[in-house]
């Protein structure tokens, strides 16, 4: 009698870290003999990595697990898992919240996955959450996209935002070494990877944790030196990284990014607010003069660069005038992209605890306003690609068109042209733009240059 393999699936809330621990547990879960399916309600070992950024966030993984749990009463061979940001912030709770939970795993734990669940398929309902050194990778990611892919280079993060979970529930840092993530980047380029995106939720601060220093005490490892070391492997085409501090982002660094011809001119550096009263509640340590010197030091060595933020509206004590000032950074920088969200207090972190709570009404109509001069600024940013000639990663089919194809520049903006998804997927390709909307483009493809 053939045994069909059991059948797993996950579902990934939240940043960019969490696709990448994704990606690695699903790798360990193929390795364990599992098979991949798309739908959760048919699968046998179901895992929900999760995010607890903002109250909603958190919400929405409750009401995924009801179902599950519901289920599990009519099929007690079902596997439950909950990972990442709410599982390390909840831990044990979890449990008392959702029985039919199995496993409950924070994300430092996120390549133990197969010591964790062999404990769980010996009987035991597992909480793993302890802070814990991260091993070294030892699976293969099962990566979502075969062009581009995540290398995680620091976890964790040393900052204090008044905010922010992410101190709680992603620990200190812990910066992997240059040669290890050097050996991850030769891999994917042999593999046929033509993008890389570096990885850390305060990548400037990469390094900072590893021994060495030069001469002149500074670090042996920065961002900077790691973007040298790792910039001549083969096969890897683009670089890029992810998410810059604007209080450790140095001139060195932009002058790096001038210089190496494979780091694609696109910054995502959020400022959370253009008011220095609310920064330093916020306990950002920059003002926004420090911001805007950053983004005119940026655009001096590339004048095209292309430059994304994260923003917070309606944190607890920010008056309509600190608002507005936020409004008027975002009026002057001119971003290609923003991520906005209205403040959450979160559990365990200092702001939550204040007084000074803006109503959810002020929040969402700040949010609105916005949001709004967002889009008005970011169509205007495409504006200067109308009638240009991009080069464009080909990574899939457009979903919405079969006859195109979809891609991103080097500044990050997604662009559609025709053509076939089989002999362009992993191509860099120039693509003349012809439509431009606030946040994508339109273009035809040039024809090759003529071949010897
Ligand atoms: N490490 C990055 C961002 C981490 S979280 C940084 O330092 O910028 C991603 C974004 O979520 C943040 O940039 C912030 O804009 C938003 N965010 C974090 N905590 C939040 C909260 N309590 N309420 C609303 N937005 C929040
Ligand atoms: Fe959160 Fe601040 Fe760390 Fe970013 S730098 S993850 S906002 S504490
Ligand atoms: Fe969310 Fe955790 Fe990332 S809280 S934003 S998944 S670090």
Known sequence: MVVSPRRYHITTFGCQMNKADSERMAGILDDMGFEWVEDPYTADVVLYNTCTIRDNAEQKVYSYLGRQAKRKHEQPNLTLIVAGCVAQQEGESLLRRVPELDLVMGPQHANRLQDLLEQVFSGNQVVATEPVHIMEDITKPRRDSQVTAWVNVIYGCNERCTYCVVPNVRGVEQSRTPEAIRAEMVQLGQQGFKEVTLLGQNIDAYGRDLPGATAEGRHLHTLTDLLYFVH?????????????????????????????????????????????????????GYTQEKYRRIIDTVRRYMPDAAISADAIVGFPGETEAQFENTLKLVEDIGFDQLNTAAYSP???????????????????????????????????????????????????????????????????????????????????????????????????RLEAAVTA
Request: proline residues 5%; contains cysteine; aromatic residues 6%.
């Open 232 to 284: 001549d492997v083969a096969g890897v085409e683009r670089l890029r990284f992810a998410t810059s501090h604007p209080r450790y982002f140095t001139e060195r660094l932009i002058r790096a990014c001038a210089e190496l011809p494979k780091v694609c001119e696109h910054f995502h550096i959020p400022f959370q607010s253009g008011d220095n009263e609310v920064l330093k509640a916020m306990s950002r």
């Open 346 to 444: 979160r559990p365990g972190t200092p702001a939550a605890l204040w007084d000074n709570q803006l109503s959810e009404a002020v929040k969402s109509d700040r949010l609105q306003r916005l949001n709004h001069l967002v889009a008005v600024k970011a169509a205007e940013r495409s504006q200067r690609y109308a009638g240009r000639v991009e080069e464009v990663l080909v990574e899939e089919r457009n979903p919405k068109n079969p006859a195109q194809v979809m891609g991103r520049t080097r500044g990050n903006r997604l662009t559609f042209f025709e053509g076939d998804i089989a002999a362009l997927k992993g191509q860099i390709v120039p693509v003349r733009i012809t439509e431009v909307r606030a946040f994508s483009l339109t273009g035809e």
